[in-house]
Protein backbone atom coordinates (compact mmCIF):
# COMPACT_ATOMS: atom_id res chain seq x y z
CA UNK A 1 0.00 0.00 0.00
CA UNK A 2 1.14 3.30 -0.50
CA UNK A 3 2.93 5.02 2.32
CA UNK A 4 4.22 8.28 3.06
CA UNK A 5 6.93 9.08 5.62
CA UNK A 6 7.68 12.43 7.20
CA UNK A 7 10.71 12.88 9.21
CA UNK A 8 13.22 15.71 10.31
CA UNK A 9 11.01 17.76 12.03
CA UNK A 10 11.77 19.11 15.83
CA UNK A 11 12.24 22.00 18.15
CA UNK A 12 13.94 24.95 17.09
CA UNK A 13 14.67 28.56 17.74
CA UNK A 14 12.83 31.57 16.16
CA UNK A 15 15.34 32.10 13.39
CA UNK A 16 16.25 28.38 13.03
CA UNK A 17 15.88 26.31 10.22
CA UNK A 18 15.10 22.74 9.70
CA UNK A 19 14.56 20.21 6.80
CA UNK A 20 11.96 17.95 6.30
CA UNK A 21 11.78 14.63 4.11
CA UNK A 22 8.82 12.90 2.94
CA UNK A 23 9.60 8.93 2.07
CA UNK A 24 7.06 7.17 -0.65
CA UNK A 25 6.50 3.78 -1.09
CA UNK A 26 3.92 1.84 -3.07
CA UNK A 27 3.11 4.67 -5.90
CA UNK A 28 4.85 5.56 -9.16
CA UNK A 29 6.65 8.72 -7.12
CA UNK A 30 7.44 10.57 -10.64
CA UNK A 31 4.11 10.56 -11.72
CA UNK A 32 2.56 12.74 -8.64
CA UNK A 33 2.55 16.01 -7.85
CA UNK A 34 4.14 16.37 -4.25
CA UNK A 35 2.68 18.83 -1.51
CA UNK A 36 3.52 20.00 1.76
CA UNK A 37 0.76 20.91 4.63
CA UNK A 38 0.74 22.18 8.47
CA UNK A 39 -1.78 22.31 10.89
CA UNK A 40 -1.53 24.18 13.90
CA UNK A 41 -3.32 23.44 17.09
CA UNK A 42 -7.35 24.35 16.68
CA UNK A 43 -6.79 25.81 13.20
CA UNK A 44 -7.80 24.10 9.97
CA UNK A 45 -4.60 22.19 7.99
CA UNK A 46 -3.08 25.03 5.18
CA UNK A 47 -1.31 24.44 2.08
CA UNK A 48 2.66 25.17 2.24
CA UNK A 49 4.20 24.14 -0.76
CA UNK A 50 3.78 21.53 -3.88
CA UNK A 51 6.49 20.57 -6.48
CA UNK A 52 5.51 18.93 -9.99
CA UNK A 53 6.20 15.73 -11.04
CA UNK A 54 9.55 16.53 -12.70
CA UNK A 55 10.37 19.16 -9.82
CA UNK A 56 10.41 21.96 -12.47
CA UNK A 57 7.97 24.26 -10.95
CA UNK A 58 6.57 25.07 -7.60
CA UNK A 59 3.31 26.35 -5.75
CA UNK A 60 3.33 28.56 -3.08
CA UNK A 61 1.30 29.93 -0.23
CA UNK A 62 2.14 33.35 0.66
CA UNK A 63 3.19 33.37 4.30
CA UNK A 64 6.17 31.26 2.83
CA UNK A 65 7.96 34.42 1.31
CA UNK A 66 11.09 33.13 0.27
CA UNK A 67 11.50 31.18 3.28
CA UNK A 68 10.36 27.90 2.60
CA UNK A 69 12.04 25.67 -0.41
CA UNK A 70 10.43 22.21 -1.86
CA UNK A 71 12.32 19.63 -3.93
CA UNK A 72 11.85 16.47 -4.74
CA UNK A 73 14.41 13.32 -5.95
CA UNK A 74 12.59 10.54 -8.05
CA UNK A 75 15.26 8.76 -8.00
CA UNK A 76 14.51 8.24 -4.05
CA UNK A 77 11.25 9.02 -4.23
CA UNK A 78 12.10 11.38 -1.66
CA UNK A 79 10.59 14.94 -1.35
CA UNK A 80 11.95 17.75 0.59
CA UNK A 81 10.82 21.10 2.62
CA UNK A 82 13.92 23.36 3.70
CA UNK A 83 12.62 25.85 5.92
CA UNK A 84 14.77 29.08 6.85
CA UNK A 85 13.97 31.83 9.27
CA UNK A 86 11.34 30.04 11.10
CA UNK A 87 8.96 31.70 13.20
CA UNK A 88 6.71 31.13 16.14
CA UNK A 89 3.90 30.79 14.03
CA UNK A 90 5.48 28.36 11.83
CA UNK A 91 4.90 25.62 15.08
CA UNK A 92 2.85 22.99 13.31
CA UNK A 93 2.29 19.09 12.53
CA UNK A 94 3.42 19.07 8.88
CA UNK A 95 1.96 16.92 6.62
CA UNK A 96 3.50 15.36 3.01
CA UNK A 97 1.10 14.57 0.17
CA UNK A 98 0.59 13.19 -3.23
CA UNK A 99 -1.89 13.70 -5.77
CA UNK A 100 -2.67 13.09 -9.51
CA UNK A 101 -3.67 16.16 -9.88
CA UNK A 102 -0.82 18.45 -12.14
CA UNK A 103 -1.97 21.94 -9.78
CA UNK A 104 -2.93 20.81 -6.50
CA UNK A 105 -3.29 23.39 -3.38
CA UNK A 106 -6.29 22.45 -1.37
CA UNK A 107 -6.22 19.24 0.54
CA UNK A 108 -9.45 17.78 -1.28
CA UNK A 109 -6.94 17.54 -4.42
CA UNK A 110 -4.51 15.07 -2.83
CA UNK A 111 -4.40 11.12 -2.76
CA UNK A 112 -2.94 10.42 -0.03
CA UNK A 113 -0.93 11.67 3.13
CA UNK A 114 1.82 10.84 5.76
CA UNK A 115 0.88 11.38 9.51
CA UNK A 116 2.72 14.08 9.72
CA UNK A 117 6.17 15.38 11.70
CA UNK A 118 5.70 18.17 14.36
CA UNK A 119 7.75 21.66 14.10
CA UNK A 120 7.81 23.42 17.54
CA UNK A 121 9.61 26.95 17.24
CA UNK A 122 10.48 28.56 20.28
CA UNK A 123 10.60 32.02 20.76
Known amino acids: QVQLVESGGGLVQTGGSLRLSCAAS????????MGWFRQAPGKEREFVKA????????LNADFVKGRFTISRDNAKNTVYLQMNSLKPEDTAVYYC????????????????WGQGTQVTVSS
Open 51 to 58: ISRSGGST
Open 97 to 112: AASHYAHATGAHDYDY
Open 26 to 33: GLTFSTYT
